[in-house]
């Protein structure tokens, strides 16, 4: 059985099939003190992304984005801080190659703590690495736009609704 199947979300999709799920979710931005910032090459999408997933049973925020984190990149963040949230259906709403369709209310995170070294591929990421904001690799639109949220909180300090 695999981890996707072991966990609530798998669970749960097995229970109703592809219908479309409301989900709660973190991402998060990790960023480098020379601004670079991790991502991992999806294997769902083969499109670069910004690490994050959803909660375990009895699992809070905090805790599952540096869980996430830490699975999908070999990262350990270290203080998260939310910045903004993302729920828009138009960018939130997410059907997989298989079918399966979830609308995403997704607590975004930034840090700039860290410890770890990047892990090689996984069932979640084929590759992981830093990239420069100005030369970012093919990216999923919507980390495209938690990226530009992230930049817009950075500049005015403002918690960012997209």
Same mark, same amino acid.
């Not at 090459?41 to 699992?59: M, N």
């Not at 960018?91 to 892990?119: K, Q």
């Given at each position: 059985? +695999?981890?996707?199947?072991? +966990? @609530? ?8 099939? +592809?219908?479309?799920?409301?989900? $709660? ?17 999806? +294997?769902? @999408? ?5 690490? #994050? ?6 699992? #809070? ?8 984190? *830490? ?15 993302? /729920?828009? $259906? ?7 190659? !298989?079918?399966?369709? /979830? ?16 892990? #090689?591929? !996984? ?9 420069? $904001?100005?030369?970012?690799?093919? *990216? ?9 949220? @992230? ?12």
């Amino acid at each position: 059985m +695999s981890d996707f199947a072991r +966990s @609530y979300l798998g669970q749960l999709r097995a229970a109703v099939g +592809s219908r479309l799920l409301l989900v $709660p979710g973190m991402r998060i931005v990790v960023e480098r003190e020379d601004g670079a910032v991790l991502l991992q090459l999806r +294997s769902d @999408y083969r499109l670069w992304g910004l690490p #994050g997933g959803v909660p375990d049973e009895g699992e #809070g925020a905090d805790e599952t984005v540096i869980r996430e984190t *830490l699975e999908e990149t070999g990262i350990q963040v270290l203080e998260p801080k939310p910045f903004g949230f993302a /729920c828009d $259906p138009a960018h939130e709403v997410w059907t997989y190659p !298989n079918g399966d369709r /979830c609308h995403y209310f997704t607590l975004l995170y930034a840090a700039r703590r860290f410890t770890g070294e990047l892990i #090689g591929a !996984n069932d979640e990421s084929l590759q992981v690495g830093w990239f420069e $904001p100005a030369d970012l690799p093919p *990216l999923l639109p919507v980390m495209r736009r938690t990226l530009d949220a @992230y930049a817009r909180h950075r500049r005015t300090g403002e918690f960012q609704m997209i």
